[in-house]
């Protein structure tokens, strides 16, 4: 079955710092999401992402975050000045099209800001 | 907005008992709602969902129901097994972006 895959597994930084988090979609899919997930709690809606543009954003996904499409096939969120709060693990989702509501989760990038 | 309440936390069977997990939500025009199961350190897995124009759906050992008039929706896991084990998510979407907003989620244990 295909999958979403996110690099890296992993990431580090100081506070500050800006990071991108790397996500390949399902190659066929349309429609492409953020969620994160703080150590032990829900999981939250950031941004979703179609036909190039932001269609949806939650509260969260204030001015630091950035999405892109920079080619076929990549998705990113770009992090512009990390703080200790924006430690977690995100998830990159896609799904095919209008009438798909299917999400396919990546495995997740978890981000640990020093 | 949409909010999610899911209820218990913490849920504790024996083998082979049933188990089962309630949500509510609090936009009625809510009409896409997904059940997933998260081990520890993976990413959420999807394992049954169920629009709003239907009451109930079953795959094998795992079924969901649906009140609309109540909003309450429920995950039903029969005969439990260890592989059960894991914490649940309930979600809930609204419109075609199906942006989705979840609970709190419902850390299951099976107990041998």
């Known amino acids: 079955e295909p999958e979403v895959t996110q690099t890296p597994s992993h990431q580090v930084t100081q506070m500050g710092q800006e990071v991108i988090l790397r996500c390949v979609p399902i190659s066929n899919h349309l429609y492409f999401y953020w969620y994160r997930q703080i150590l032990g709690q829900k999981v939250e809606f950031l941004v979703s992402?179609?036909?190039?543009?932001?269609?949806?954003k939650s509260e969260i996904f204030d001015d630091q975050f950035s999405v892109e499409r920079p080619d076929g096939s990549n998705f990113t969120l770009k992090i512009r000045s990390t703080k200790l709060e924006d430690s977690a693990m995100y998830f990159c989702?896609?799904?095919?099209?209008?009438?798909?509501?299917?999400?396919?989760f990546g495995s997740g990038t978890q981000l640990s800001v020093l | 907005g949409e909010n999610v309440e899911q209820h218990p936390s913490t849920l504790s069977v024996q083998e082979g008992d049933s188990a089962v997990i309630k949500c509510t939500y609090s936009d009625s025009a809510s009409n896409y709602f997904p059940w997933y199961k998260q081990e520890l350190g993976k990413r959420p897995q999807l394992i049954i969902d169920?629009?709003?124009n239907v009451g109930e759906k079953k795959d094998q050992r795992i079924a969901v129901t649906l009140n609309k008039t109540a909003k309450h929706f429920s995950l039903h896991i029969t005969e439990t097994q260890p592989e059960d084990s894991a914490v649940y998510f309930c979600?809930?979407?609204?419109?075609?972006?199906?942006?989705?907003?979840w609970g709190a989620g419902t850390k299951l244990i099976i107990k041998p």
């Open positions: 992402f179609y036909n190039n543009e932001i269609s949806e």
């Open positions: 169920i629009r709003s």
């Open positions: 979600a809930a979407s609204i419109g075609s972006n199906y942006q989705l907003i």
């Open positions: 989702a896609s799904r095919p099209g209008p009438e798909g509501e299917k999400l396919f």
